[in-house]
Every structure is written in structure tokens, then in C-alpha cells.
């Protein structure tokens, strides 16, 4: 069974590649080839680490804006090309017709309207919070505790973490701490501290 | 206990080497992973990057593997309707399809394209969950890790490949040498297979994962993915589901901007077309009767008004009326006989759509026309003035424009 799978799966490798070979007037393996390798060297080594510093720098946000800033960026990344309205022909004004630009923005400012909502409810919720970054009241955690069964495995990895870092860079503490930080609900994934640590 | 063992405990493990061997009890409370630990913490010279670590504890194999499934399911989607458009487009001989359901290429083209808008937000969460792996130390294990590895690059420069140049060409963007359509297409049966192989190597993982609830945490991430699709979805489907064209402030397209409110795909001035002078002829050839019409002659014949969308395999479609003349008409005129293959030629001189064919079905079928009037009004000039097809279930490319003749085969 397994056999049979791996078998149809290496013939459409090769009928992909044979393809792309034998029609090479319209496939320019050249070009193919350098876009296949190009988009994900630029990705891995290019795109990641941009995220990776953005959410660095985010790293304290509460967690509604942790998740707002998520979707805006994969919002922003699929909106990009019409925003950049490199495309279209003059003479075609049916193709790209929006102002793709500000209705970006109004996508995103939405975004970040909900998440002050999402915000400021929580925090009536939980009452006036004295600090400006209240630590997971202790009946959440025991909640998620629960909600998780025993949240097995990424336990204690965090918290080792923690210990000893020192000069390492913590590439992407940041989602984490976005989604986190904040406490409530959603956040302190597996330790009843949250992100303030032991 | 240990359902989860842990991309994330790997992760974090094989970014750092040996270093963190000694510490193997405090992540890995499974044997497995404490085995892979002291494994690695007692053959593995220490990685070039001992510095960085990935820390997020967001990345889980329950992550990855919803966040995979959900990809498996935009793929398989985006490959059959993709290959649905293929066949239409390039029919082998013995293959007529039919001409209903009236929405089917429609519908396929819009799942094709806005799940694969959606497919983005799914890719680049499910690669940020992943990359860690990317750096994971030794780099190889054996010709067999090395092979797997080999795939699942494969997978990824595919993946990124379908779906950047998907994205670029429905924003009109061509920044490469080779033929999209070409390359989109031999591309996906090597994604394909690379998927069907991944699936296979991370089935075991996969249910092992599933049947694991996400800890909240997480759950919030994926629920913001989620979100990010359905954004995605609802600012752009309306370029096909004109209910919710209100809401498409992103689609490429906005189903009543264009000449008489319609899209255009190719204008006469990209086609090379100027507006037919009082000369203009229709001619069936190749019928018992050879047929000239003129344009008085066509407005003249029994008229037919049809509702049909226009469906473009860039994921845009809007239902416009139609009025004009059955081409079954046109064919009892010429006398063409009943399994007649027709090929319709546009007054466009160069350009890969030029011609189209009709095979029975669709000429058969009454909602088939030629049409002279859109929405009550005479053919915009970059709507096909005088005469275009319009027929039901059929790519938008091969609803041909400027209709000059007609050969009956």
C-alpha cells in the first residue's frame, strides 16, 4: 500500500519534470529552475527572518494584538502584489480597479480596532488591572490546565529556556509572547506563571 | 503522556545540538524523545549556529499536523480543479465534456483560485512552525534522511513556487522568462507527488497528533491563521460570488468594473482588433450550405436572451444576459451535421486564443450564442463587437470574441 503510494508519488515527480522538459520553448528550465530555488531561498532566508525580527520586536504585545498582527501580516503578504499594482494593462481598467492600497489599511486598522476591543472587554472582564501587564489570574491557568488534559510534551521547554539564555538570541519567544502576554485564556500555554517566567 | 512529543522538543534540541543533552529529562519525558536527545547529544558535533534558538512555543507537532492537513486539503482541491480546467482547455479527442451543469467551470475556477489565496496564510504559518527543521543537526542522518529531506524540498520550493506565481499572475505580474500557464501546471504534478510522499512519512505523526487536543495556546495561533484564511476568503471571493462583491476590497477584480459593467479580459487593443466596418461578414464553412451573414442579417435572425456567466480561470466570473443567436440555428442553417466538431475564429490575427472549439454538447445546447447584445445593450468593441460565443461550462478564454467564421468539421 504504502509501496504503491510512494510509487504514483515518484511518477508525478518525473511526469512534472519530463514535462517541463520536453515543452522547454515554454517552460525555459533555466528561468523554472531559478524560480523554484529563488522563492525558497528567499523565504527561508530572507522572509523567516524578517517575521522572526518583527515578532522580536513585538514581543510584548498583548495577546489580542499578538494574533491582529499575525493575521495582518498573512493578510498583508497575500494583498501584496494588487498593492503593488505592478500589474495590468493600461488599457484594460477592469483589471486592478480598487485602490488596493488604502483598502489594505482599512483591513488592518479593522484588525487593530478588534483587537482593542478584544482588549479593553478582557481587561473589564478580569476588572482594573493595576499593573499594565497583569500576570494570568491563577483560575485561567488551572482552566487551561484542564482544557489541556496534561498538556504533555512543550512543557518545561519553555521554562528551560528561560534559565541560562543569557546573550542567546531567543529568535521567536515573540508570537509566543504575543499570543501570551496578556495572560487570560489564551495565554500561559503550559506553565501556570505565563511568560513571567519561574 | 508524552502524545506530543514533540516537533517542538526536537526543534528546540536539534537547533542546539549537544549542548542541552545533559538536561534530555527536562523536555523529554517519553522515552523516544529522551533516546533521540542522548542520541544526539553523544554522536553530534555541535551545530555552526549554537547561538540561535528557536524558542516560540507555538510550534508543536499538533500545529504543524492541523496546519498540514488543512494544506493537504487547499492542494488536493487546487490539483483536481486545476486539472478540471486543463482537460477543458485542452480536450484529448475522445473526451467531449458536457455542457451542464451551466456553473461548474465557474465554480471550479473560484474554489481553484480563492482556496488558493487562502492556501497562503496556511503555507507560510505551517513553514514558520516547521523551520526549525530546516536547521536541524547533522544536517542528514543517513541516505534515507537525506532522500526524505530532498523530497520535502521539493515539496517547499514547489509549494512556494504554485502559489507565488499563482498569486503574481492574477495581479498580472509576469517577472519570469517561462509560460506561466506551462510551468504552473508541470509544476503542480511534482508538488503533487512530493506532497503524497510527505503524507505518507507523517501519516503515523499525524494521527498520533489529531487525536490530541491543542493546548489553548496554540489553539489561539491556529484560530489566527484561520482568521488570516478567512479574511483572505471574504476580501476576495466576491470576484466570483457577486453577493459578496461588497466585501472583495482585495480581489483583482470587481465583477461590475468594465466597459457596460462587465470585466474584460483581453481588449480589442491588445488583440489587435478595430471595430468591424459595414463589410463585416460571418461565414460557416465547411457545412452542406456554406452561410454568409451580415451584422443586419445576424440582428435579423430568431434572437435568444440567456443568462451565462463569463468564468476566467484567473477565479473571476460575474453572470451577465445575453442576447443573440443560437448557434444550433446557425448550424441547421449550414447544415452541419450532428457530431460536427466546429472551430470558431476570431478577427483577432495572432494570440493563443485566436480560435476555439465547439464540440457537440455545447453547440447542441440552446443556452448556446453568439451573442450581439450584453445586458440589453450592443456589444462593447472589447466585449467582442459584433459577435461573440457564449456558451455554458466553458473556460472565459475560449468564449471567443469577434466572431468571423465559423469551419464545421
Redesign the interface.
Given at each position: 500500500m504504502?509501496a504503491l503510494?510512494?510509487t504514483?508519488?515518484?511518477?508525478?515527480?518525473?511526469?512534472?519534470?519530463t514535462?517541463?522538459a520536453l515543452?522547454a520553448t515554454?517552460?525555459?528550465p533555466?528561468?523554472?529552475a531559478l524560480?523554484?530555488?529563488g522563492?525558497?531561498l528567499a523565504?527561508?532566508l530572507l522572509l523567516?527572518p524578517l517575521?522572526l525580527a518583527i515578532a522580536l520586536l513585538a514581543r510584548r504585545a498583548r495577546?489580542p494584538y499578538g494574533?491582529a498582527l499575525?493575521?495582518g501580516g498573512?493578510?498583508t503578504?497575500?494583498?501584496l502584489?494588487?498593492v503593488?499594482g505592478?500589474?495590468?494593462?493600461a488599457?484594460?481598467?477592469?483589471?486592478?480597479?480598487?485602490p488596493?492600497g488604502a483598502?489594505?489599511a482599512?483591513?488592518l486598522l479593522a484588525?487593530a480596532a478588534a483587537a482593542t476591543v478584544a482588549h479593553l472587554s478582557r481587561r473589564n472582564r478580569k476588572g482594573p488591572a493595576p499593573s499594565p501587564a497583569p500576570s494570568p489570574a491563577p483560575s485561567a491557568s488551572t482552566r487551561?490546565r484542564e482544557?489541556?488534559?496534561?498538556?504533555?510534551?512543550?512543557?518545561?521547554?519553555?521554562q528551560?529556556?528561560g534559565d541560562g539564555?543569557g546573550?542567546?538570541?531567543?529568535?521567536?519567544?515573540?508570537?509566543?509572547d504575543l499570543?501570551?502576554a496578556g495572560g487570560g485564556?489564551?495565554?500561559?500555554?503550559?506553565e501556570p506563571g505565563g511568560l513571567r517566567g519561574p | 503522556?508524552?502524545?506530543?512529543?514533540?516537533l517542538?522538543?526536537r526543534v528546540?534540541v536539534l537547533a542546539r545540538g549537544g549542548r542541552?543533552g545533559a538536561?534530555a529529562g527536562?523536555?523529554g519525558?517519553?522515552e523516544g524523545?529522551g533516546r533521540r536527545l542522548r542520541g544526539l547529544a553523544g554522536s553530534a558535533p555541535p551545530p555552526p549556529f549554537d547561538?540561535?534558538?528557536?524558542?516560540?512555543?507555538?510550534r508543536?507537532e499538533g500545529v504543524a499536523a492541523r496546519l498540514g492537513i488543512a494544506l493537504g486539503c487547499a492542494f488536493t482541491l487546487a490539483f483536481v480543479t486545476g486539472l478540471f480546467s486543463h482537460f477543458l482547455q485542452h480536450p484529448p479527442s475522445w473526451l467531449d465534456w458536457p455542457s451542464r451543469p451551466v456553473w461548474l467551470y465557474r465554480l471550479t475556477q473560484g474554489l481553484h483560485v480563492i482556496g488558493g489565496?487562502a492556501a497562503?496564510?496556511l503555507l507560510?504559518?505551517k513553514?514558520?512552525t516547521v523551520?526549525p527543521r530546516?536547521w536541524q543537526w547533522p544536517p542528514f542522518r543517513s541516505v534515507a534522511h537525506a532522500v526524505e529531506r530532498g523530497l520535502v524540498?521539493?515539496l517547499?520550493?514547489?509549494a512556494?513556487?504554485q502559489l507565488?506565481?499563482g498569486?503574481?499572475n492574477i495581479?498580472?505580474?509576469?517577472p519570469?522568462?517561462?509560460?506561466f500557464p506551462?510551468?504552473h501546471?508541470?509544476?503542480?504534478?511534482?508538488?503533487?507527488?512530493?506532497?503524497?510522499?510527505h503524507v505518507?512519512n507523517e501519516w503515523a505523526k499525524v494521527r498520533r497528533s489529531v487525536v490530541?487536543?491543542?493546548?489553548?495556546?496554540?489553539?489561539?495561533?491556529l484560530?489566527?491563521?484561520a482568521?488570516?484564511c478567512g479574511?483572505?476568503v471574504l476580501?476576495?471571493a466576491g470576484e466570483t460570488v457577486t453577493p459578496l462583491q461588497g466585501l472583495a476590497?482585495?480581489?483583482?477584480?470587481?465583477p461590475s468594473?468594465?466597459?457596460q459593467g462587465?470585466?474584460?479580459n483581453r481588449?480589442a487593443?491588445?488583440a489587435g482588433v478595430s471595430p468591424a466596418d459595414a463589410g463585416y461578414r460571418l461565414t460557416l464553412t465547411g457545412g452542406a450550405t456554406p452561410v454568409e451573414l451580415g451584422y443586419a442579417d445576424l440582428a435579423r435572425l430568431p434572437q435568444h436572451t440567456v443568462e451565462l456567466p463569463i468564468a476566467c480561470v484567473e477565479g473571476w466570473s460575474v453572470t451577465a444576459r445575453w442576447t443573440g443567436v443560437r448557434l444550433a440555428d446557425l448550424m441547421a442553417m449550414a447544415g452541419a451535421p450532428g457530431d460536427a466538431v466546429l472551430t470558431v475564429e476570431s478577427l483577432e490575427t495572432h494570440g493563443g486564443y485566436r480560435t476555439s472549439e465547439v464540440r457537440p454538447p455545447h453547440w447542441h445546447d440552446p443556452l448556446t450564442l453568439l451573442a450581439l447584445r450584453v445586458n440589453g445593450r450592443t456589444l462593447h468593441l472589447?466585449h467582442g463587437y459584433p459577435l461573440r460565443l457564449i456558451a455554458p461550462n466553458r473556460p472565459g478564454v475560449q468564449q471567443t470574441k469577434w466572431v468571423h467564421r465559423i469551419v464545421i468539421a
Open positions: 504504502k503510494g510512494y504514483l508519488a515518484g511518477a508525478l515527480i518525473v511526469l512534472g519534470f514535462g517541463l515543452d515554454h517552460s525555459k533555466l528561468g523554472w524560480w523554484f530555488a522563492l525558497v523565504h527561508d523567516m517575521v495577546a494574533y499575525v493575521i498573512l493578510v503578504a497575500v494583498a502584489p494588487m503593488l505592478l500589474g495590468g494593462r488599457d484594460n481598467p477592469s483589471q486592478l480597479p480598487l488596493y483598502n489594505l482599512a483591513v484588525l487551561v482544557g489541556a488534559g496534561q498538556p504533555a510534551s512543550g512543557h518545561g521547554v519553555g528551560g529556556e539564555a546573550a542567546e538570541a531567543d529568535v521567536d519567544q515573540e508570537v509566543e499570543a501570551a485564556g489564551d495565554g500561559g500555554v503550559d | 503522556m508524552v502524545r506530543e512529543p514533540s517542538r522538543t528546540a542541552r538536561s527536562r523536555f519525558r517519553g524523545t547561538r540561535v534558538r528557536f524558542t516560540s512555543r507555538l508543536s489565496l497562503i496564510p507560510l504559518a513553514l514558520w523551520y530546516l524540498l521539493l517547499v520550493a514547489g512556494l513556487f507565488v506565481t498569486l503574481l495581479a498580472y505580474i509576469y519570469w522568462p517561462f509560460s506551462v510551468a501546471y508541470w509544476t503542480a504534478f511534482i508538488v503533487y507527488g512530493a506532497l503524497i510522499v505518507l490530541t487536543p491543542v493546548e489553548p495556546g496554540r489553539r489561539g495561533f484560530l489566527a491563521v482568521a488570516a479574511v483572505t476580501a476576495t476590497v482585495l480581489a483583482p477584480r470587481a468594473i468594465g466597459p462587465l470585466p474584460v481588449t487593443l491588445a472589447d
